[in-house]
């Protein structure tokens, strides 16, 4: 399970002094922590499934490259790098990432099982995407795909 994996990579990282991966995860515990207490509110005592964990670091994964372009936009090259090994950290716990052409072969698959012809079915397809490829797939990515195929 992904929650316990991350967990031991934070003991891991802790006992050998590994300071930017012991921040990485610690960022990574406290928002899946946060997550978790939101979702006991609505009655889930387990905390959040695998798929969300999953979404939850392809968000963070999103944030970071928003970030270095921004710090590279503004000259701050040191923390652009910091970003970067952010994002390789967290890269770790991620399944193995969908190349342009299955995403493609994906968008088209879920296209023709939601019926989507217009783009008002976006959702359907986004939501069917999210469904069956969380954590592999780039949905920014995947998102500009769909809208350029559905118009």
Do not use: C, W
Request: overall charge negative; aromatic content about 2%; charged content about 30%.
């Amino acid at each position: 399970m992904l929650r316990t994996r991350l967990s031991d990579a934070l003991k891991t990282a802790m006992k050998g002094k590994d300071a930017p991966t012991v921040s990485t995860l610690r960022l990574i515990m406290a928002a899946l922590k946060d997550r978790d207490i939101a979702a006991r509110g609505k009655g889930n005592k387990d905390g959040i499934p695998e798929e969300e964990i999953l979404g939850l670091l392809q968000s963070m994964i999103k944030q970071r490259r928003d970030s270095i372009a921004l710090y590279e936009k503004g000259g701050r090259m040191e923390l652009a790098q910091q970003e970067a090994e952010e994002i390789a950290i967290i890269e770790e716990y991620l399944p193995q990432q969908m190349s342009d052409d299955d995403i493609a072969a994906a968008i088209d698959a879920v296209i023709e099982d939601a019926g989507a012809a217009t783009l008002k079915d976006m959702g359907k397809v986004m939501a069917g995407l999210k469904e069956k490829h969380a954590g592999s797939m780039d949905f920014s990515m995947a998102s500009a795909m769909v809208k350029e195929r559905l118009t």
